[in-house]
């Protein structure tokens, strides 16, 4: 018996010594998700609205979970990068002030973060990658989805009656000039993530998530409404895999943002393309297109309809405290940003357990 007791231990020891160094070795992992896109993915949202809808039933829930006090929470297991044209690097824990309008303003950054901080025991950090005004169709076109002949020769026509000097060259370069952006600030940003947060130091990368949310510029561009956005469906596809490539993740995760500016009335073709590319038998299990409308602020959009932004002082305080910007920007709603942000967590911790 006393052998046994001793084999027992010894045999206890050793489990204990290898489930202490699985434990030692999770505790050192960083999961990594990127979200990228263009202004909406930016932010324009106050977090002020966040308190005018502190009692809405999406909203209420986590309200107390956000807050310090009578401040924003500054997270210490979520992190955040953001290199910006208009403010520079920025880095540092999560919590308000990563939008790019004034430094209140929040994308949907905030409520992803907090919706992942929450549910995971690891250390999080997102790398948001995004400008505004860039279309999927141009700026962030793939490279296994080259412009066609008669696209550039289009685009150098127009471009020549503005500056006849232009040549195609220069119009070959405009193609994919973000996407190769997107990447370089992508590989940048997680090798210096022991510089940004030298917490995190000796942490194992993983990247585990890529939110995509864009698509206001291709809306507008009139040649993809003539084919009902089937282009779009196509290099939204080319561009994952180009990506899971560059990134050299090829499962990764991958999640779509509904484009829902105005919300559900303007749901139409261009937001069944975006829902398409989650459908393509190749992508199930690993892409999944996420609905936005709903988030979309009626009530601000009524008061900014009926001219409040711009009214007496009593009227623009009804707006401020619940709108920011213009339609296509989710009337800056910080409510709309926040909601946005806890869909496309939830969809990434889904498509991450399976």
Known sequence: ????????????????????????????TVKVFFLVGQ???????????????????????TYASLKDG???????????TYPTKSRGAMHGPLTIGYGTKEPETIGPEFGFGHTVGNARDEQVVIIKIAWGGKSLAVDFRPPSAPPTEAELAERLERAQ??????????????YGFYYREMIRHANEELAALDT???????????????????????VINNTLKDRQYVDYTNWLSAFIKDVRKDLKTPDMPFVIGELSTGGIPNRGSFQAAQANTAKLAEFNGNVT?????????????????????KGTDEQKAQWEAVGNDRPYHYLGSGKTYYLKGVAFGEASLKLMNR
């Open 70 to 80: 009578d401040g924003w929470r500054v997270r210490d297991d979520v992190w955040i």
């Open 1 to 28: 018996m006393k052998f046994l007791t001793t084999i027992s231990l010894v045999v206890f020891a050793v489990v204990t010594t290898n489930f202490t160094a699985v434990s030692s070795a999770a505790e050192k």
């Open 161 to 174: 009656k503005k500056k006849p000097e232009t040549t195609l060259d220069e119009i070959k370069s405009e």
């Open 196 to 218: 940004r947060f030298p917490n995190l130091k000796g942490h194992q990368t993983e990247i585990v998530g890529f939110v995509w949310h864009q698509g206001f510029n291709d």
């Open 39 to 61: 202004s909406n993915m930016e932010g324009k949202g106050h977090p002020r609205h966040i308190d005018t809808y502190k009692d809405d039933p999406l909203i209420n829930p």
């Open 289 to 309: 297109f996420v609905p936005t409308a709903e988030f979309y602020d009626t009530n601000a959009h009524e008061l900014y309809e009926k001219g409040f932004w």
